[in-house]
């Protein structure tokens, strides 16, 4: 799940959605669903107090795809873990129109090398967005969408 889902400190400020993290993703803890986070490439690189930034910006950055890969690694890794052990992986949560965490339309850089790290690994990946609208106080039926998500998961 995009490190922003469970962390709005990372985003953007004044770009915050919710306060902590997004009320789904608290709700699937508590209905024992377990998140990998990922990490936030962004922050990482840039900082908290960084100035908003496009998809080309991010790709063009120098080594920012090498960071992104490297911060991918151990991602994988839990990924294959979990699945060794008998785990069922569901998929990815991403963020829409995110230079880095979109999944959709034009790929975020991150999203980009995950996908490609899946690929090598033979993990099959299906995924969700959070939407652009999506926030603590308005959430539509994003619920709905999340609860398709988690059944096409179960079903593979």
């Known amino acids: 799940m995009s490190h922003c889902v469970l962390n709005q400190n990372a985003v953007i400020h004044g770009w915050e959605r919710a306060r902590g993290a997004f009320p789904f993703a608290i709700e699937l803890l508590r209905q024992g669903i377990a998140l990998i986070q990922l990490p936030c490439p962004e922050f990482i690189v840039l900082g ?8 080309e910006e ?50 975020g850089v991150l999203m ?23 926030s603590e106080d308005a959430q539509g039926d994003f619920e709905e969408q999340l609860q398709g998500f988690l059944e096409r998961g179960v079903k593979k």
Not at 124 to 132: A, D, K, Y
Request: proline share 7%; net charge negative.
């Open 48 to 55: 908290g107090d960084r100035p908003p930034m496009t998809y």
């Open 58 to 107: 991010y790709r063009d950055l120098p080594n920012y795809r090498q960071k992104c890969q490297e911060l991918l690694h151990p991602i994988i890794q839990q990924i294959q873990a979990y699945q060794a052990e008998g785990y069922q992986y569901l998929g990815i949560i991403g963020i829409n129109e995110s230079p880095n965490c979109s999944i959709s339309g034009q790929r």
């Open 112 to 134: 980009e090398e995950f996908f490609s790290e899946c690929e090598k690994a033979q993990i099959g990946t299906s995924f969700l967005e959070v939407p652009t609208w999506y």
